[in-house]
């Protein structure tokens, strides 16, 4: 594969929202000492910013300590390269499901053009619109009314983080099923090797794939797992300093670093067994505009799998 003038456009999609999380829960399981755990301490306080919620989440809010199974909104940001500072939208949206007593994560990819009705902006519109009117709070509204659970935390990267992240780890290594050409890149059948402008690349094909949007979101969970591997193994972990120095900058969350800690220790085994979903629409046309429309039977589908990995 072989590099030649690649401009990135502003269509790059975003899928690791939670990845550089993960990594700082990582290194303060694995206790590499004083200096990394305030570096991890430093960054993580960085990426904290908090939310203001117009509607209520839960009765009473999630116990971590009591080890309660929680949720988290992974928003990837189509912003933060190529100069771009707008609020942008979140071009890629999953709900993941942390079950500690189940020792499994759950990851469920929401279409993007899924057409909804916007909590808090009282119009009917993409889902991925709810973040350009309101930000996370209305995008974690959104979701949560739409797939009826509670949505306790999210966490958000933009373009620039996806592509520093992954050439921070040394690159990353995915299952490609089908060869195609995007951006100038020829990617081949097989195990192929990504850097970070590769991976933009790699994550953004659609038009080529007889799956359209859907195979995309595949490609973007196979590099969410690519990266999150590679940030487990030792590799990953010694260049420790580059990630948090990618994260610091493009990774936004409502975990403060007490939380993570907490679910670093209590939560870990969760995140050993990740399993994914896709949810599923189909297309229709209004005003000139594509949207994704999803069935009441796929709605209930989803919903069911996301309350019992939440214990409701």
């Known amino acids: 594969m072989e590099k030649r003038g690649v401009r990135l456009s502003r269509g790059k999609k975003i899928i690791l929202g939670i990845v550089g999380v993960i990594f700082a829960l990582t290194l303060i399981v694995v206790g590499v000492g004083a200096k990394v755990y305030f570096d991890v301490k430093g960054s993580v306080d960085n990426t904290y910013e908090s939310v203001k919620r117009t509607q209520p989440n839960r009765e009473k809010e999630v116990d971590l300590k009591n080890q309660e199974p929680f949720s988290v909104l992974l928003l990837g940001i189509d912003t933060g390269d190529l100069g771009r500072t707008e609020q942008g939208r979140s071009d890629t949206m999953m709900i993941a499901t942390v079950n500690p007593r189940d020792k499994k994560t759950t990851i469920v990819s929401i279409p993007r053009d899924t057409y909804v009705p916007i909590v808090g902006y009282g119009t009917e519109d993409k889902i991925n619109h709810a973040y350009a009117f309101g930000g996370a709070a209305m995008s974690m509204d959104t979701v949560a ?95 420790y300093q580059e990630v948090l120095n990618a994260m610091e900058s493009n990774v936004k969350t409502d975990m403060t670093f007490d939380t993570m800690k907490t679910i670093a220790l209590d939560y870990r085994d969760a995140f050993a067994n990740v399993k994914t979903e896709q949810m599923q629409g189909e297309g229709f046309m209004q005003d000139n505009i594509s949207y994704q429309r999803v069935s009441d039977e796929e709605l209930k589908r989803i919903q069911t799998i996301l309350d019992q990995e939440l214990g409701i």
């Open 145 to 239: 009314s739409y797939l009826d659970i509670p949505v306790d935390h999210y966490a958000a990267i933009n373009m620039k983080g996806l592509k520093e992240l992954v050439d921070a780890v040394g690159g990353i290594t995915v299952g490609n099923e089908m060869e195609f050409t995007q951006d100038n890149y020829t990617f081949k059948h097989g195990q192929i090797t990504l850097d970070g402008d590769m991976a933009l690349s790699y994550s953004r094909m659609r038009h080529d794939d007889p799956r359209g949007d859907y195979g995309r979101q595949e490609r973007q969970r196979t590099i969410v797992m690519g990266v999150v591997n590679k940030l487990l193994s030792m590799d990953g972990i010694t260049k």
